[in-house]
C-alpha cells in the first residue's frame, strides 16, 4: 500500500514562499500513470485541487494559482514538492500530498499539513 | 475552472437510502467519465469512495454506488449508519488538454 507523508515548515510568512516535499513510500512514483498531486483545504472549507506532476515532470497547474507555483519530483528520492511564492493569508491551509491514478482520481492521501501564513 | 455545485447538508436516518449530487457543466461532469467521490471525517484526509462514476477501490463498502446523468453526477448510499455521517466531495476532471481536476463544495450529510 502506497503511503505519503508531507513535511515542511508550518508556518510562513506573508509574501514568503510555501515549500513542501512529499515522501512517498510502499511503491514506486515512476509508473506512466502515476501523478502526484496537491489539494488543499482552508480551515472550515472545502477541498482545492492545486496541481500534479508525472514522474517525467511534467506538470499541470490549477489556473488561479499558476502564476505563482512551482512543482518538481525527485524520482530517486521517491519525492515530489510544491511551491508557493507570495503567499498570504488565504493560502493558510491543510496541504495534502496523493496519488493521482492518471484518471483525476486520488487513490492515496498523505495525513495533510497545516500550513499557516502569519507575520 | 469553478468548483462543482453540492447541496451543503442532506440528512438521512439509519437504513436509509440517500443520494447526494453533484452538478457541473459539459466542460467537466458533463464532458467526461472521471467523476470522482470521497468521505472526508474531521481532522481527517479525505478518503475515494468513487472513482470513473462508478468504479469502487477495493475495500470500499458495496454501499456506496455513483452513476452520472448528463452534467449531474450522484453518489447513493444504501443501508445508511451512523458511521456514515460525514463529508462528502465529488471530483472532475475538467479540462480536455491537461490533467486539471475541479472539486464540488461539499455536503455534510447527517444520519438522524
Known amino acids: 500500500q502506497l503511503q505519503l507523508q508531507e513535511s515542511g515548515p508550518r508556518l510562513v510568512k506573508p509574501s514568503e514562499t510555501l515549500s513542501l516535499t512529499c515522501t512517498v513510500s510502499?511503491?514506486?512514483?515512476?509508473?506512466?500513470?502515476?501523478?502526484g498531486a496537491w489539494i488543499r483545504q482552508p480551515p472550515g472549507k472545502g477541498l482545492e485541487w492545486i496541481g500534479s506532476?508525472?514522474?517525467?515532470?511534467?506538470?499541470n497547474y490549477n489556473p488561479s494559482l499558476r502564476s505563482r507555483l512551482a512543482m518538481s519530483v525527485d524520482t530517486s528520492k521517491t519525492q515530489f514538492s510544491l511551491k508557493l511564492t507570495s503567499v498570504t493569508a488565504a493560502d493558510t491551509a491543510v496541504y495534502y500530498c496523493?496519488?493521482?491514478?492518471?484518471?483525476?482520481?486520488?487513490?492515496?492521501w498523505g495525513q495533510g499539513a497545516l500550513v499557516a501564513v502569519s507575520s | 475552472q469553478s468548483a462543482l455545485t453540492q447541496p451543503a447538508s442532506v440528512s438521512g436516518s439509519p437504513g436509509q437510502s440517500i443520494t447526494l449530487s453533484c452538478t457541473g457543466t459539459?466542460?467537466?461532469?458533463?464532458?467526461?467519465?472521471?467523476v470522482s467521490w470521497y468521505q472526508q471525517y474531521p481532522g481527517k484526509a479525505p478518503k475515494l469512495l468513487i472513482y470513473?462514476?462508478?468504479n469502487r477501490p477495493s475495500g470500499v463498502s458495496n454501499r456506496f454506488s455513483g452513476s452520472k446523468s448528463g452534467n449531474t453526477a450522484s453518489l447513493t448510499i444504501s443501508g445508511l449508519q451512523a458511521e456514515d455521517e460525514a463529508d462528502y466531495y465529488c471530483?472532475?476532471?475538467?479540462?480536455?488538454?491537461?490533467?486539471?481536476?475541479?472539486f464540488g463544495s461539499g455536503t455534510k450529510l447527517t444520519v438522524l
Open positions: 496523493t496519488r493521482d491514478g492518471g484518471n483525476s482520481a486520488n487513490f492515496e
Open positions: 510502499g511503491g514506486s512514483i515512476s509508473s506512466n500513470n502515476y501523478l
Open positions: 506532476i508525472h514522474y517525467s515532470g511534467a506538470t
Open positions: 459539459s466542460s467537466d461532469v458533463g464532458g467526461y467519465n472521471y
Open positions: 470513473e462514476v462508478s
Open positions: 471530483s472532475s476532471h475538467a479540462n480536455i488538454n491537461t490533467a486539471q481536476v475541479v
